[in-house]
């Protein structure tokens, strides 16, 4: 250091003092100047140059410039592009591709795409493939329902509106109008399958024996509840060649549904290229993906059943499995969009998992079969994770399918047309949802069949006819358990046709209004639940612990359909207080009513019915002055026994407690 007398340093520092201010402020305006530059260029709009992309009247100009304009402002750092707001003809045999694209919001800004009409039985408007994070908003995607040439009578089902393929993660679709396709409005698929071959992947039924791997240490283990693989596969591929880091464990030819193995619950152990053991992953499901650590090159496999399978897949050595890889959809949201006029599907989801459907008005739907606004069905057990909630149905043939798929929650939606969940749907949820009558001929039905945990309540129903069934289908795994919680539901001039011995149905309430003449139809077993209902149908219906208010007779039958799991010959009231009515029994095998209350109510064996045993054990009988009718009535020929034992009979009116009749018919 160079020593200087104090006033020359005083003299200078002024100078030094200004300069480094001078540097400080250009470096914060810099840095600020950078900052709003940055700002700027994140959030900077192309709208689309109709001339400069020859974008005109031409549909096959219209879908080559548009997917050029596109692509040209995703890859200049756009990240909103707009279009002017016009009708835009989009190529039959072509469609506007929107892929390998991330984080732009693509804004119709009101404009519509419009196939140009034409007599294809398979088109697109709008491909998406391999997008992350793309918001397609505010427009108008419009098939060519009215003027399409169906000269070929073969079916239009495969012309669609947008199609959503492989590697579209996290994507949002909002304030869309899908309309007037002659096939699906939007589908998703599965994804697209990376497979070099399936030779190798395949987990074979001969590489399968008894035992376990510890997971722990990867050692063998003696476990009979459960079976190995004996040779380990190769999960390096996924890693190399797909540039994955998961794999799917799943059986995905045809109809899937795991027909070789008895479980979906399996682990996975994984080692190095040396063979020395990693880790495990366990409790793991098919058609779910598995995760691989890096480093991991082989693989064993623990699945959770004790029996070897008998069968598997002849052309790939026996296979009961494979390792796959599918680019599946993932993470999209539907919100906000109108689905109209489209002839097949408003949508049809073929795949992909955690979707969020919210918020959207599905309508007059179906004149051509699956004729539904949602289809939840061609990628059956590879759909998982979706929520349909607050959407409006109207004016639809069907409202909703689902054929498969693992927490499917349908939610505060309001329905209109025949819903229809198949048992191979695992853990779903069906709450707080409103079913209306609808106008369209044979919009009745409700059919809901279950094998797994599932939740049906705080559902109200108009006019509509229900029937939960569990068919005994095949377990699936001990973890998703086998219990339905159905319960808190309001039925309005509305019955439950069928119900499967092993379903109960809680906490609910019957009631009739506007004049309603129709009868009610009951089933299954009923607790807890009040009933005020006119004229109805007892078709092998237990009712617990309730309160029954009639306006006519409960007329009771048995019901038997073994395809359904069903074998109910006897009617009962068990705990129930029952009024102002008649019990008669028709075509049932036997009726019990026990520990009851009966207020003004008769207890009758019709002339015309069946002949019954009768057992009313415990009740109290309440007949008032008004009643007109003697609360036991038999028709002698009509019985088998009677038993009547333990019972109260307060009788006010001047009718006789026991009325025979008809003892010579």
């Known amino acids: 250091m160079i020593y200087k007398p104090f006033s020359t340093i005083k003299s200078e520092y002024p100078k030094k003092s200004l300069r480094v201010l001078g540097i ?24 689309i140059n109709l001339e400069k992309w020859k974008i005109d009247a031409d549909p096959i100009n219209n879908a080559v410039g548009i997917t050029n304009a596109l692509n040209w402002a ?37 404009a519509t795409l419009k196939l140009n009409p034409n007599a294809l039985l398979k088109s697109k408007i709008i491909h998406m493939q391999r997008c992350v994070n793309v918001n397609l908003i505010n427009g108008t995607i419009a098939g060519d329902i009215n003027e399409h040439d169906y000269s070929n009578p073969t079916t239009t089902e495969g012309n669609i509106g947008l199609l959503i393929d492989e590697g579209v993660l996290n994507c949002n679709f909002q304030g869309l109008t899908i309309r007037d396709s002659t096939g699906w409005g939007v589908t998703t698929g599965k994804g697209k399958e990376f497979h070099q071959s399936r030779s190798g992947t395949e987990i074979s039924k001969n590489n399968l024996e008894s035992g376990s791997y510890d997971a722990a240490t990867g050692d063998k283990v003696v476990d009979d509840k ?134 959207n008005t599905f309508t007059n739907t179906g004149t051509l079969s699956p004729a539904h606004a949602i289809d939840i069905e061609d990628g059956w057990e590879f759909t998982n994770d979706i929520e349909i909630s607050n959407n409006v149905f109207n004016n639809n043939i069907g409202d909703l399918v689902v054929c498969a798929g693992d927490n499917i929650v349908v939610r505060n939606n309001e329905f209109a047309g025949n819903v229809n969940i198949n048992d191979r749907t695992t853990r779903y949820a069906l709450e707080n949802n409103t079913f209306h009558p609808n106008s369209r001929p044979g919009v009745l039905g409700l059919s809901f069949e279950y094998r797994t945990d599932t939740s049906i309540q705080g559902n109200t129903y108009y006019n509509r006819n229900v029937s939960v069934k569990n068919l005994g ?148 009988f309440e007949q008032s002055q008004a009643t007109d009718k003697a609360p036991i009535q038999l028709s002698a020929g009509r019985i088998k026994t009677f038993e009547f034992f333990g019972n109260k009979v307060i009788n006010e009116s001047k009718k006789p407690v026991f009325h025979l009749y008809d003892t010579v018919y």
């Open 24 to 47: 400080f402020i250009s470096l914060l305006l810099t840095l600020f100047f950078s900052e709003v530059c940055l700002a700027n260029e994140a959030n900077k709009t192309y709208e």
């Open 74 to 110: 995703a890859e200049e750092g756009y990240s909103t592009i707009k279009f002017p707001a016009k009708e835009y003809l989009i190529d039959e045999n072509s469609c506007v591709e929107i892929k390998d694209m991330s984080n732009v919001t693509i804004d119709l800004n009101g």
């Open 226 to 359: 459960k079976i190995r693989t004996i040779q380990p596969l190769n999960v390096q591929d996924f890693k190399t060649v797909f540039d994955g880091d998961y794999f799917i464990f799943a059986y995905d030819f045809g109809y899937m549904n795991n027909p070789h193995l008895s479980t979906r619950e399996f682990t996975a152990l994984f080692y190095d290229e040396n063979g020395k053991f990693m880790e495990a992953a366990k409790d793991q499901l098919m058609y779910k993906k598995t995760a691989i650590p890096a480093g991991a090159a082989k693989a064993h496999f623990v699945i959770h059943q004790p029996n070897l399978p008998t069968s598997g897949d002849g052309d790939f050595n026996g296979a009961v499995a494979f390792l796959t890889y599918y680019e599946q959809p993932t993470g999209l949201v539907f919100e906000d969009c109108t689905f109209d006029n489209n002839k097949s599907l408003g949508m049809a989801i073929c795949g992909g998992e955690s979707f969020k459907i919210r918020n």
């Open 473 to 620: 289908g095949k377990s699936v795994i001990p973890s998703m358990g086998t219990e339905l919680t159905w319960k808190n539901e309001t039925f309005i001039n509305s019955s439950i046709l069928s119900m499967s011995n092993v379903v109960e149905l809680r906490e609910s309430e019957f009631k009739i209004e506007d004049g309603f003449t129709g009868s009610v139809w009951l089933a299954g077993r009923i607790r807890e639940s009040n009933f005020n209902i006119g004229p109805s149908v007892l078709r092998g219906a237990q009712i617990y612990d309730s309160t029954m208010t009639l306006s006519g007779n409960a007329n009771c039958q048995e019901h038997i359909n073994p395809s359904d799991n069903i074998e109910d010959r006897n009617v009962g009231f068990y705990g129930t207080t029952i009024k102002n009515g008649g019990i008669a029994t028709i075509n049932n095998e036997s009726l019990t009513i026990k520990d009851c209350i009966l207020q003004d109510t008769a207890v009758i064996t019709a002339t015309w019915g069946g002949k019954v045993d009768v057992l009313l054990e415990n009740n109290q």
